[in-house]
Nanobody
Framework: QVHLVESGGGLVQAGGSLRLSCVASGGTFSTHAMGWFRQAPGKEREFVAAITTRGDNAWYADSVKGRFTISRDNGEKTLYLQMNGLKVEDAGVYYC????????????????????WGRGTQVTVSS
């Protein structure tokens, strides 16, 4: 059982930056591929970024490519999302998610493949 806790959300002006963190406990962090998802009011949860167990490969939604960077520190059991050039449409609740890596599915944007979820952290972007 992996327990995830996000932090780092807040209010920022458009064009600003935030760094989200997600601390894991209760499991072997390094055997889990990780992802960030977000959900805006009235919208479905959407994929933001994913990273492999060792952090050597990452994938991004087209909407955040070039602005967001996902990374992880397995020693600290922490996942990060550096968000630069924030836009109003980036606002929402950001969730980190973990899935045990089975050696087959290197990455996925499908939220149903992730077994563990944090409670989320709110990101608000003002114009």
């Amino acid at each position: 059982q992996v327990h995830l806790v996000e932090s780092g959300g807040g209010l920022v002006q458009a064009g600003g930056s935030l760094r989200l963190s997600c601390v894991a406990s209760g499991g072997t962090f390094s055997t889990h591929a990780m992802g960030w998802f977000r959900q805006a009011p009235g919208k479905e949860r959407e994929f933001v970024a994913a990273i492999t167990t060792r952090g050597d490969n990452a994938w991004y939604a087209d909407s955040v490519k070039g602005r967001f960077t996902i990374s992880r520190d397995n020693g600290e059991k922490t996942l990060y999302l550096q968000m630069n050039g924030l836009k109003v449409e980036d606002a929402g609740v950001y969730y980190c998610a973990a899935r045990w890596y089975n050696g087959i599915l290197l990455w996925t944007a499908d939220s149903r493949q992730y077994e563990y979820w944090g409670r989320g952290t709110q990101v608000t972007v003002s114009s």
